[in-house]
């Protein structure tokens, strides 16, 4: 056995394979692009036979540059999480496209649950909220409007990303979910760590068609030799947030971190604790390990890096997302220009599936660095909210360790640093999603014995101190709290 792990890093824009060593240094990678469906407002869906299909390319990729199936100690997936697959046990082939996290169709659903009195008790066994983010809804509402998913009867089986490609991994041999990504589904007792009828009740979803919890490191499952020439252990999954989680060092309660990827996800660790929020935040499952569950107080934004990319694609205003840092740099302030990135409802501590974004200050003193840097400006603007959800929760954060593609931007990341008057930590390799994967699957495969020690994989940091005077935090903070009341009224 050598000390190559292969990490499958299955995105919502992009599905990825990367090689790491056991030190934590990246080998090699490869990705490619996710199609993006969106059939009407609101609706979010992936073709799931193209993410089996590419991962399996990426990954072919990383085993022939390790020097084939038998260089690999483990293989660790990591996973957008929420995103519901349904497929047929017989050929492993999807039944219909997959509904994705980001998917809004269920929202009357949710609203209906929510007034007839259910919340509370989903929120006291899951740690969620009722809210079309999370799985169970999604589920539910295609075994209702999909006539084929009724017409596959036994043969149907359903499961959130990793769910999926273990199954195709191992040949239709194995169908589990790990705890931390089956927490997201609004269908487990996180407390219990298994399946809970009166949720599947609620939802309408037969226990039958789900997978077994399993824990997020161990022996898993066995690839089909067919696939890399011969069998690979799948030794560590996590969702892709607890995997940043992981992938930080964030191993002791309290320390926290922040991911700006295509949403922004802040969680705080809080150990054995099943943490229980007033503030509309989420508790999850961070991690699994011989059946001991390690929990963590979340905050979702459901926009982060998908508002650089909209306003690249869409309306034009970039040619490429670093181009919005030198932008933001070349005015001093925002010109009174505030963005509210509701392009998909708002998230935590919120909660408005429908309210919509908006751009408020404009005149014609505007300019597109104004608008650039008002979307930058955002992402501190929103932690900013989760921060205070956070600290009224008794989990103040003392500091911040992000990561993510946006943090690339270092204008971003001080912007931070100087709203939230707290010290960001950024490490030099900022794609701690998959290193957190690597580290289950390291823990797994018997590299290390636990995440402590594989923590050393996650090399050097930098650091970013507050450098902005209270007066002007507080004219950002008050601009912000207007534009986004005009957007919730």
């Not at 394979?17 to 869906?45: I, N, W």
């Not at 996590?238 to 964030?250: F, K, V």
């Not at 707290?422 to 797994?444: I, Q």
Request: proline share 4%.
């Amino acid at each position: 056995m050598t000390d190559h792990i292969l990490v499958i890093d299955e995105g919502t824009t992009s599905t990825r394979a990367m090689l790491f060593a056991k030190d934590g240094t990246c080998l090699g990678s490869a990705q490619r692009p996710l199609t993006q469906h969106y059939p009407a407002p609101g609706l979010v869906e992936h073709d799931a036979a193209e993410i089996w299909g590419l991962t399996l390319e990426c990954a072919r990729e990383m085993v022939a540059q390790a020097g084939g199936a038998h260089a690999i100690a483990g293989i660790g997936i990591t996973n957008q999480r929420e995103t519901v697959v349904f497929w047929d046990r017989r050929t492993g082939e999807p039944l219909s496209r997959a509904i994705v996290w980001q998917d809004r169709r269920t929202a009357e659903m949710c609203e209906a649950l929510k007034a007839a009195g259910h919340e509370a008790d989903v929120q006291a066994k899951t740690g969620l909220l009722l809210d079309p983010y999370f799985s169970g809804s999604k589920i539910g509402w295609a075994l209702k409007n999909w006539p084929q998913l009724k017409a596959a009867g036994e043969h149907l089986a359903v499961g959130t990303i990793e769910s999926y490609l273990v199954y195709r991994l191992t040949g239709g041999k194995v169908h589990v979910s790990d705890a931390s990504n089956a927490s997201r589904t609004a269908l487990m007792a996180i407390g219990s760590g298994d399946w809970d009828d009166g949720l599947l009740s609620l939802f309408g979803v037969p226990r039958s068609i789900l997978p077994e919890i399993c824990d997020s490191a161990g022996q898993l499952g066995m690839t089909d030799t067919s696939l890399f020439g011969a069998p690979i252990a799948i030794t560590g999954m996590a969702g892709d947030q607890q995997a940043a989680l992981i992938g930080q060092s964030c191993l002791e309660p309290g320390q926290t971190k922040a991911t700006f990827g295509t949403g922004a996800f802040v969680l705080t660790q809080t150990g054995r604790s099943l943490p229980k929020s007033t503030n509309r935040l989420l508790a999850t499952i961070a991690w699994q390990l011989g059946g001991e569950r390690h929990y963590a107080l979340e905050g979702s934004v459901f926009v982060a890096g998908s508002l650089i990319q909209w306003l690249r694609d869409d309306l034009g205003l970039i040619d490429a997302s670093p181009d919005t840092e030198p932008l933001a740099r070349s005015v001093e302030d925002n010109g009174g220009v505030y963005l509210v990135p509701a392009l998909s409802g708002l998230g935590a501590p919120h909660w408005q599936p429908h309210a919509r974004a908006a751009i408020h200050g404009l005149t014609f003193a505007a300019k597109k660095a104004h608008v650039a840097r008002a979307a930058l400006e955002a992402m501190a603007h929103q932690t900013h909210d989760l921060k205070t959800a956070f600290a009224a929760d008794g989990a103040d954060w003392a500091e911040l360790r992000v990561d993510g593609g946006m943090v690339s931007n270092g204008w971003m990341v001080q912007d931070l640093a100087d709203i939230l008057a707290v010290e960001v930590e950024r490490p030099d390799f900022v794609e701690t999603t998959a290193l957190g994967a690597a580290m289950l699957a390291g823990v797994g495969a018997g590299l290390y014995g636990s995440l402590a020690e594989a923590s050393v994989m996650r090399g050097k940091v930098g650091r970013f101190s507050p450098a902005m005077d209270g007066v002007a935090r507080q004219a950002r903070l008050t601009g912000w709290k207007d534009a986004l009341g005009r957007v919730l009224a």
